[in-house]
T-cell receptor
């Protein structure tokens, strides 16, 4: 059973470009969470999605950031018009349906560098 | 939101015990977690403790929780070179996990 997959593992963008980060949850998991880790800090919650639904996006910046988890395919975290402050590691986690959120399984992360 | 703090570095000799400490602010956390991250890899859930427990033991790992002081610790017995990694403690606010900045554990021969 493959774990949570994220790609790309490393992404370099110039200021003003768009970044798309992908996350495929573990098989059978229908809940996806995105976290961001800024340098020298712990991971911070961004958004919680179920298939075709955003459940909680309280940790997402109001502008330029969006997330989706379509019926088919991976979850996508999209950052438009990136700025240097977006440079961070972005981790995705998944959990099984029901009350499975207490055990979240993390992917390897995408390291975004904005030049 | 929850603030979680932990020391940044720990150096330990192979075979000794490691103790990683963590403090948190949100007393409503129902679960407290320890994750391990090896270079280039994702966060691996090591263990977690329910907030009404004081202690949990799992092979070489012992978790102690002092709810009054909001202090969590992870003890690794007989530390091995494969235990070198970054260790994160985390608390939850429902499904939202809040992490410390991580403790880098270096095991020396």
């Amino acid at each position: 059973n493959a774990g949570v997959m994220q790609n790309p593992r490393h992404l370099v963008r110039r200021r003003g470009q768009e970044a798309r980060l992908r996350c495929s949850p573990m098989k059978g998991h229908s809940h996806v969470y995105w976290y961001r880790q800024l340098p020298e800090e712990g991971l911070k919650f961004m958004v919680y999605l179920q298939k075709e639904n955003i459940i909680d996006e309280s940790g997402m910046p109001k502008e330029r950031f969006s997330a989706e988890f379509p019926k088919e395919g991976p979850s996508i975290l999209r950052i438009q018009q990136v700025v240097r402050g977006d440079s961070a590691a972005y981790f995705c986690a998944s959990s099984p349906p029901g009350q499975g959120w207490e055990t979240q399984y993390f992917g390897p992360g995408t390291r975004l560098l904005v030049l | 939101g929850e603030d979680v703090e932990q020391s940044l570095f720990l150096s330990v000799r192979e075979g000794d015990s490691s103790v990683i400490n963590c403090t948190y602010t949100d007393s409503s956390s129902t679960y407290l977690y320890w994750y391990k991250q090896e270079p280039g890899a994702g966060l691996q859930l090591l263990t977690y403790i329910f907030s009404n427990m004081d202690m949990k033991q799992d092979q070489r790992l012992t978790v102690l929780l002092n709810k009054k002081d909001k202090h969590l610790s992870l003890r690794i017995a007989d530390t091995q070179t494969g235990d070198s990694a970054i260790y994160f403690c985390a608390g939850n606010n429902d499904y939202k996990l809040s992490f410390g900045a991580g403790t880098t554990v270096t095991v020396r021969a």
